[in-house]
């Protein structure tokens, strides 16, 4: 009696310790409801910053406003934008010829587990910053090894000026003779060949580029969309998520043959 | 000893069957392993359905696309679209005044679970069909009351014509003068009532309105819109979700006082 009720309670440990029972499909939403849903996306106006370039930005047009002849209320619009600008992504054939466009990326890449690993402290206090491995491994050393397939966010700190161009580009000029005077931080190329290594998902922060202000040949784009990695920019509210533990889903307007577009992301985050 | 191992095996079997444990949070990811994403959205491209009397429907005007002087590729395009076509959400705002536009919608009212109820039959055999009260009340004598807070979306058929104009609107005519010629089923106004009375969440179905294509006063949009229920028109997939069980995430580009957009809408099915 004494073995068989020592096995059972084993058993039950056993159960109980596993870290996840089979679900039904209907608990998913009541799982869901031990967090909340997190917006990382900007709204887009005509206030939304695209690169100085941009002969346009966003621009909303209306198609129909007011009471109509029958007596109801409608309203409609019609919109002009560049791919990249606001909350986007790059798709991998942004920079690679070969690459995934971005109503071909699978939801497998657009979503899962992310860690934001914070390089304000240094991006604040030089804006030509470039976040280097040591900062990924420093984070590693205080909160584990990056899994493969994790969604990598930077932390820039740069969120915060979002849409001030002069403080968020380092310029409120237009025009291609505004480009070198774009000063904000990005990834190292060496940073972005330790994430191809080390199989990351996905690439995101807050600032407008992967590849810092004073970029001349985008090399951390090259390395990262050319490994099929995607790069989520611009992105909102990442001071709201916490170090690991975050779910992301980042979905694109599902543009055919686009390189890119409007991205809404999202990150469901447990209750503390 | 007996009365103890009856307690323990009680006290297990009570924790195994509460439907969820309390989770941690990096256990999100490997509880959604247990099922997949799977994509509602159609892609956008010249080839995107919008109503007949738009005089411009989805373009990409090429940015770049190319190598470049220093040596990468690189492409980058523009796009134009009027809100109202292909996969796209509808805000409370396209038909009511002081309704939500597409960026104030909170995320809880765009995720959650969801029900098909399967109309093809009587739909496919009737382009100018209405969905009746009974369809969902048969509905819910086979499979349970549909809960408040469900996103209700309505399998027609029709979705398996797109974008065939000829075959998904009843004409492929453009111009005001084809609007007369619209043929496609839609929800009728009374099931619109008694979707709001029943408090749900979202509607959705695979055409391209949730009024039938001969309505004239779109009252089903100014019920279901009026009472702050988003809709979400041209679901593409539907035959891959089951009954009940499906999680929906359904994410509009966030346009900044918009009457709708493009939606990617994806929904999470557990494995079978």
Same mark, same amino acid.
Do not use: L, V, W
């Given at each position: 009696m004494k073995s068989t009720f020592t096995n059972n309670i084993i058993f039950c440990l056993a159960i109980l310790s596993s870290p996840i029972l089979s679900i039904k499909a209907q608990d998913l939403s009541q799982i869901l409801s031990q967090g909340k849903w997190i917006d990382l996306s900007y709204d887009f106006s005509a206030q939304t910053l695209y690169w100085p370039n941009n002969p346009t930005g966003f621009k909303l047009d209306t198609v129909a406003e007011g009471v109509t002849s029958l007596g109801y209320y409608y309203s409609s619009y019609a919109f002009t934008a560049p791919?990249? *600008? +606001?909350?986007?992504l790059d798709a991998p054939v942004h920079f690679a010829a070969y690459g995934l466009s971005a109503d071909k990326i699978p939801l497998e890449k657009l979503t899962g587990d992310a860690v934001v690993i914070d390089v304000s402290a240094k991006a604040l206090s030089d804006r030509d910053y470039l976040i280097s491995v040591n900062d990924i491994t420093d984070w590693e050393a205080k909160n584990g090894a990056i899994k493969e397939n994790t969604i990598v966010l930077f932390k820039t *700190?740069?969120?915060?000026?979002?849409?001030?161009a002069e403080k968020?580009? *380092?310029?409120a000029e237009r025009g291609a003779q505004a480009i070198p005077k774009l000063h904000f931080p990005g990834i190292d190329s060496t940073t972005a060949e330790w994430l191809v290594r080390h199989k990351i998902k996905a690439v995101g922060l807050d600032t407008p580029s992967i590849d810092y202000g004073q970029s001349k040949n985008f090399k951390t784009h090259q390395i990262l969309l050319g490994a099929s990695i995607p790069a989520f920019e611009n992105i909102a509210n990442l001071n709201l998520l916490p170090v690991k533990g975050a779910y992301i889903v980042a979905l694109p307007m599902?543009?055919?043959? +686009?390189?890119g577009g409007p991205l809404r992301i999202i990150a469901w985050v447990k209750n503390s």
């Open positions: 791919e990249h *600008g +606001g909350t986007h *700190g740069y969120g915060q000026f979002y849409p001030d968020y580009f *380092g310029t599902k543009i055919k043959n +686009g390189s």
